[in-house]
Structure formats: C-alpha cells, structure tokens
C-alpha cells in the first residue's frame, strides 16, 4: 500500500497553512499574502488534511507552532484545485517520512519578487481562516 | 526637483550611493502628487518599523528560513516611510521573510496593495482593485513611486489629493 507522500494531491483535497505569526492575519480575520509568501525555496509547505481528523490536524499545527518556537494563531485551509486554478500546484513531499506527516507543497511559484507577491495575494483571497479556538 | 536618476537593473555600487544621498525631504509637494505624510504619521511607522526589525534581527526568525532584516533594509524603509504620500491612511508596516519590509494598504476584501522594499532600491509590489490585479516593480530613491500612487488613488477613491 503506497504511503500518503506516494499518492499524488488530487484537486478535491483540501489543504492547511498553519498561521504561526501575528502579521498573517489582518484584524478582520482576512489574511495577507504573508501567509502564502513563498521564499528561499520557491514554493511553500502545506498539511494534507487527507486521513486527518480535525483533532489531529490541530495536533500537525501545534506540532508546527513548537517546532518553529511561534503561537498557533489558527490555520488557513485551501483546496488544492483552487492552488491550481489560480496558476501553480500541490506535489506531495518528497520521500517517505521526511518531513512532517501529511506535508505537501505548493510548488510553481515564480521567481521575480513581485509575481511571488502576486500569486501570495490570491491564495491568501481565496483560503479561510480558522482561529485555533474553533478547535 | 530633478527626477529621480534611471537605473539598471542591478545597480552598480557607486549609482547606490548616489542614490543614497538624492532624498525626498519630508514635506515637500512633487509636481502631480501628494504632500508627504506628517511627522506624525511617520512616527509610529518608524517605531512599527523598529520594533520589527528587533525581533527579526536574527535568520530564521520565522522558524522557516526566513532572512534576517538588515540595517540596509530599515534604511531604504525609512526613506520609503519619509516618502509616503499624505493624502492616504497609513499602511502596515510588516517583515517580509526574504528580510526585507513590507506595506499593506487594506481598505477592505478585494482592496489592498502589499509593498516590499527592497534594499537594491526598488519596490515590488502586488496591487487588488475589485476584480483588478497588478502587479510588478519600480525604481525607488526616495521619491513615492507613481504606479504605486495610482494604485492608491484607485484603492482610495474618495481620497483628496493635496499639492
């Protein structure tokens, strides 16, 4: 039975970016592009929520916020269709267990700053936001 | 007021110091633009901008890789807080993980404008009006970018402009 990083994103799934810094999130619960600013890398990590529960999606987040030594302020789902409409896709990680369970990226970001912005700004119009008390 | 000099692409280190020293003074009206924003409207931007840079002084300050924000970051920031045209509320000021920072300009879902300053001198910004998208980069020694003014004034409809 293949493991989940062997089973490609289908557009049906949807997709968490955990909110870990205070300047992601605008005051009306909108988010910024800042949450789907892909850096370094050029493209950006995701959780599946596929064979998650929501409890254990919360858990994947909170694993995160400890990790990166930050508050998990909430997450902001997404499906991956919309990650494809909107100009880029979703491969899952590479490799069997590298990497937290679960973790896919959103790859096809452009190089030039300004497009990375661009595209950031449409992901963030498009994702909801759920506050980590929402449970 | 001369125009701001043109530039290439990657600015040679000798045009960077020079355009270092061409700067916007703070309250000045540019022909067809906005008189800058007040002292105290500068202030607390100046003050956001400091508190950022303290706590992203360090790599990997977002625990993802991001870069540290530079001494050259805050200065061309600075220059960009000094430029800011008065007529329009004043942004967010943000830390952008490739170290350098950012402005947001949100006048509501679907209005916002998202500016990077980069130390090289430019600006790359990311503009939604309604169903409109722009996006791209200008030239930035000091004095506020035109495109970006016009983004504003679309943003801001109902905004007066002062000169």
Known sequence: MPGLSEIPVGDEEELARFILKRDELRQDGTLRPLAFMAHKHVDLSVTRHRGFTVKRLWGAGRCAAVKRKLPLLGRADILAATVRLAGLDVKPAEGPGLGPKNHANIVKYPSEKSEQVHYAQILAGLARFLPVSMG | ?163
Not at chain 2, 47 to 62: G, P, T, V, Y
Not at chain 2, 72 to 81: G, K, L, P
Not at chain 2, 117 to 144: L, N
Request: charged share 20%.
């Open chain 2, 1 to 163: 007021m001369p125009d701001p000099p043109m530039l290439l692409e990657h600015p040679h280190s000798a045009q960077a110091s020079y355009a270092r020293s061409w700067s916007t003074a703070p309250d000045f009206a540019t022909e067809g633009a906005m008189v800058a924003a007040a002292s105290d409207v500068r202030q607390p931007l100046l003050n956001q901008m400091s508190e950022l840079a303290m706590d992203c002084w360090r790599d990997d300050w977002d625990g993802e890789g991001a870069a540290r924000v530079s001494a050259e970051a805050c200065d061309v920031a600075q220059r960009f807080i000094n430029a800011l045209p008065g007529a329009y509320p004043a942004p967010q000021v943000l830390a952008d993980p490739d170290g350098w920072l950012a402005f947001e300009w949100y006048a509501g879902p679907g209005n916002s404008l998202f500016v990077s300053v980069d130390p090289a001198f430019r600006v790359h910004y990311a503009a939604e009006v309604g169903a409109d998208k722009d996006y791209g980069s200008a030239a930035f020694f000091g004095r506020f970018p035109e495109t970006l003014l016009q983004v504003l004034g679309r943003i801001y409809p109902h905004r007066l402009c002062l000169v």
